[in-house]
């Protein structure tokens, strides 16, 4: 198959880099777009151009020459004043519309399992308004929807750290979280795959309570964990709604959507949770740093 020319956005990001490193073994043509090249390695891409996908003057021709667009752009938490609709939504189509102008010939969009039964949650709708926009764009692309990545489920080392974990129900709801160099694989797979449509889930399926168990073990710790009846999910999620910013709450009710919530995707990869919270803790050990 004839290497292409890709362009990644959000190549310095924890899926993008993982991305840009796949592309690079399989010796495509890389130009990443990213707002901050010092956090590129010398030589990570053939090119690297400037620019903030939220600004569209600093975006122009980026996709010049380019035959797929690849892009992990979006936010979980609130920053530099910039909301889910700022970044998820326009920021992506603005890197849309320069891809059509372009004649890009795929465009491919890391996006979320189960987006269906998360409608209401606000960054649900900032992803799914453009995947909407990019369904009726006419360009050939691909949604990339993972169940979560390994990263995310750090929090269940904090709270192991801090001594008690927190679930919701009996913790029994479940999910298979996948390691961002698996992902990344399905990720580059699908610049020649052909298909309109990725579900990605990591190769173990795991109950809530199983993966705070694991994190307490990682740390030798005595497991403590407590659960919260379901009906409460509900009350604190109207009370944040109702007196804090959607730069607080946000977060929060996606998070804890995603703990009553079923995430269980067709298994691929190789790497475990097991490996990944032993990784962190070694890491976290030879720095002298908190997980």
Same mark, same amino acid.
Request: hydrophobic share 40%; with cysteine; charged share 20%.
């Given at each position: 198959?004839?290497?292409?020319k890709?362009?990644?956005?959000?190549?310095?990001?924890?899926?993008?880099?993982?991305?840009?490193?796949?592309?690079?073994?399989?010796?495509?043509?890389?130009?990443?777009?990213?707002?901050?090249?010092?956090?590129?390695?010398?030589?990570?891409?053939?090119?690297?151009?400037?620019?903030?996908?939220?600004?569209?003057?600093?975006?122009?021709?980026?996709c010049?020459?380019?035959?797929?667009?690849?892009?992990?752009v979006?936010?979980?938490?609130q920053?530099?004043n910039?909301?889910? &609709?700022?970044?998820?939504?326009?920021?992506?189509?603005?890197?849309?519309?320069?891809?059509?102008?372009?004649g890009?010939?795929r *465009?491919?969009?890391?996006?979320?399992?189960?987006?269906?039964?998360?409608?209401?949650?606000k960054i649900?709708?900032?992803?799914?308004?453009?995947?909407?926009?990019?369904?009726?764009?006419?360009?050939?692309?691909?949604?990339?929807?993972?169940?979560g990545?390994?990263?995310? &489920?750090?929090?269940?080392?904090?709270?192991?750290q801090?001594?008690?974990?927190?679930l919701?129900?009996?913790?029994?709801?479940?999910?298979?979280?996948?390691?961002?160099?698996?992902?990344?694989?399905i990720c580059?797979?699908?610049?020649?795959?052909?298909?309109?449509e990725?579900?990605?889930?990591?190769?173990?399926?795991?109950?809530?309570?199983?993966?705070a168990?694991?994190a307490?073990?990682?740390?030798d710790?005595?497991a403590?964990? *407590?659960?919260i009846p379901?009906w409460?999910k509900?009350?604190?999620? *109207?009370l944040?709604?109702?007196?804090?910013?959607?730069?607080?709450?946000?977060p929060?009710?996606?998070?804890?959507?995603?703990l009553?919530?079923?995430?269980?995707?067709?298994?691929?990869?190789?790497?475990?949770?097991q490996?990944?919270?032993e990784?962190?803790?070694?890491?976290?050990?030879?720095?002298?740093?908190k997980?």
């Open positions: 198959m004839k290497n292409k890709i362009l990644i956005a959000g190549a310095t990001g924890y899926l993008g880099s993982h991305i840009l490193h796949e592309l690079k073994q399989r010796q495509h043509f890389v130009r990443a777009l990213v707002r901050s090249p010092e956090k590129l390695k010398p030589n990570e891409a053939d090119e690297i151009f400037k620019g903030q996908i939220t600004v569209p003057s600093t975006i122009r021709n980026c010049s020459g380019i035959d797929t667009v690849i892009t992990t979006g936010i979980t938490r920053r530099d910039l909301t889910y &609709m700022d970044v998820d939504y326009q920021g992506n189509l603005n890197l849309l519309h320069e891809a059509l102008q372009s890009v010939k *465009f491919i969009y890391v996006f979320i399992y189960n987006a269906d039964k998360m409608k209401n949650l649900i709708r900032a992803k799914q308004q453009f995947v909407d926009a990019l369904k009726n764009s006419g360009i050939d692309y691909c949604l990339i929807n993972p169940t990545f390994f990263s995310d &489920m750090r929090e269940f080392l904090t709270m192991a801090k001594g008690k974990a927190y919701f129900g009996k913790g029994d709801c479940e999910i298979n979280p996948i390691d961002g160099r698996d992902l990344a694989k580059v797979e699908a610049v020649n795959s052909g298909l309109h990725v579900n990605a889930g990591g190769p173990q399926i795991l109950p809530y309570r199983q993966i168990e694991m307490f073990q990682t740390l710790k005595k403590k964990i *407590f659960c379901i409460m509900s009350a604190i999620l *109207f944040l709604r109702k007196f804090t910013s959607v730069k607080l709450y946000g929060v009710e996606f998070l804890l959507t995603v009553t919530t079923n995430m269980v995707a067709p298994q691929s990869g190789t790497y475990t949770l490996d990944y919270f990784t962190v803790k070694t890491d976290a050990d030879n720095s002298t740093k997980i």
